[in-house]
C-alpha cells in the first residue's frame, strides 16, 4: 500500500519562500508523475504542478514563474518551493500520485496547513 | 480551455439517484477523474478512465462521459456520501492538469 507522507513549514511571511517534502513509502517511484495540489481554506483545489522520476516538469501557467519542483528517487522523495508568498497563497498544500494519460491523483498525503502572515 | 464546470451545489433524496456534471473541452480528449472530500480531510478518488472505481470504492458510483461532459453517478446515495466533489482532467495542451470548482452534494 502507497502511502505519501508530506511535511514542511506551516507559517511564513510574506515574501519568503514556501517549502514542503512529500516522501512515498511502497510502490514503485518511477512509474507516475507526483503533484501538488493547493486548497485555500473554504475554497476548491488547484493544481501547482508535476514532476516525473526524471525531473521532468509541468507547472500551473498561473504559479509557473514562482514554483520550484524538485526530486530525490534515491530518497523516495520530492519537493515544492514557491517563492515570495502571499496571503493568497494560504492554503492546505497536498502532495499527490498521478498517473495514466488523464492523470488521475490516486494516492494523496495528509495535507499540510501554510499561513502566510506578518 | 483549461476550464471545467461544475454546478456548485447539487441536493438528493437518501436513496435516491444524483449525477454530478462536468463540463470542459479538453474533455473530448481525456477522461474525467472524480475525487470525493469531507470536511477537513483529504481528497478521495473515486472514479477514474473511462469507468473504473479504485478498491474500497462502493459500486454506487459509476462514471460515464460524452462529449465535452463528463458525469459522475451515485445510485442509492447515502448519507455518507454527502461531501464535495471534484471533476480534473489534463488540459487541451494535455501539459496541465486542471481540477473544476467542486459540486457540494447533500443527502436529504
Known amino acids: 500500500q502507497v502511502q505519501l507522507q508530506q511535511w514542511g513549514a506551516g507559517l511564513l511571511k510574506p515574501s519568503e519562500t514556501l517549502s514542503l517534502t512529500c516522501a512515498v513509502h511502497g510502490g514503485s517511484f518511477s512509474a507516475y508523475y507526483w503533484s501538488w495540489i493547493r486548497q485555500p481554506p473554504g475554497k476548491g483545489l488547484e493544481w501547482i504542478g508535476e514532476i516525473n522520476h526524471r525531473g521532468s516538469t509541468n507547472y500551473n501557467p498561473s504559479l509557473k514563474s514562482r514554483v520550484t519542483m524538485s526530486i530525490d528517487t534515491s530518497k523516495n522523495q520530492f519537493s515544492l518551493k514557491l517563492s515570495s508568498v502571499i496571503a493568497a497563497d494560504t492554503a492546505v498544500y497536498y502532495c499527490?500520485?498521478?498517473?495514466?494519460?488523464?492523470?488521475?491523483?490516486?494516492?494523496w498525503g495528509q495535507g499540510t496547513l501554510v499561513t502566510v502572515s506578518s | 480551455s483549461s476550464e471545467l464546470t461544475q454546478d456548485p451545489a447539487v441536493s438528493v433524496a437518501l436513496g435516491q439517484t444524483v449525477r454530478i456534471t462536468c463540463q470542459g473541452d479538453s474533455l473530448r480528449d481525456y477522461y474525467g477523474s472524480w475525487y470525493q472530500q469531507k470536511p477537513g480531510q483529504a481528497p478521495v478518488l473515486v472514479i477514474y478512465g473511462k469507468n473504473n472505481r479504485p478498491s474500497g470504492i462502493p459500486d454506487r458510483f459509476s462514471g460515464s462521459s460524452s462529449g465535452n461532459t463528463a458525469s459522475l453517478t451515485i445510485t442509492g446515495a447515502q448519507a455518507e456520501d454527502e461531501a464535495d466533489y471534484y471533476c480534473?482532467?489534463?488540459?487541451?495542451?494535455?501539459?496541465?492538469?486542471?481540477f473544476g470548482g467542486g459540486t457540494k452534494l447533500t443527502v436529504l
Open positions: 480534473s482532467s489534463r488540459d487541451s495542451s494535455g501539459n496541465h492538469l486542471v
Open positions: 499527490a500520485r498521478g498517473q495514466g494519460l488523464s492523470s488521475w491523483l490516486d494516492n
